[in-house]
């Protein structure tokens, strides 16, 4: 297994976290959503495993290239 950073693609807040450490997660899952300009934007796993490490918390502020998740991948 390797991990994944997920990183946020735009500055803004933390809205809505969907998953939690331990949890299985597919590719393309949304983990939590972020909202920017009145905006919500899911964030997605971009790989298949288990919640490693939650960075953030609802209502977080979180800078563009952040890291939000950390993601156990499963290689196969």
Do not use: F, R, Y
């Not at 393309?28 to 934007?41: A, F, N, Y």
């Not at 609802?58 to 156990?72: C, F, G, K, S």
């Amino acid at each position: 297994m390797s991990k994944v950073a997920v990183e946020s693609e735009v500055q803004g807040n933390v809205w809505k976290v969907l998953v939690s450490v331990g949890e299985t997660v597919s590719t393309g899952q949304t983990l939590m959503i972020l909202e920017s300009m009145k905006v919500e934007i899911p964030v997605e796993s971009p790989a298949a495993g288990s919640v490693h490490e939650l960075l953030v918390s609802p209502e977080d502020a979180v800078d563009e290239d952040q890291v939000l998740v950390v993601i156990e991948a499963v290689i196969t």
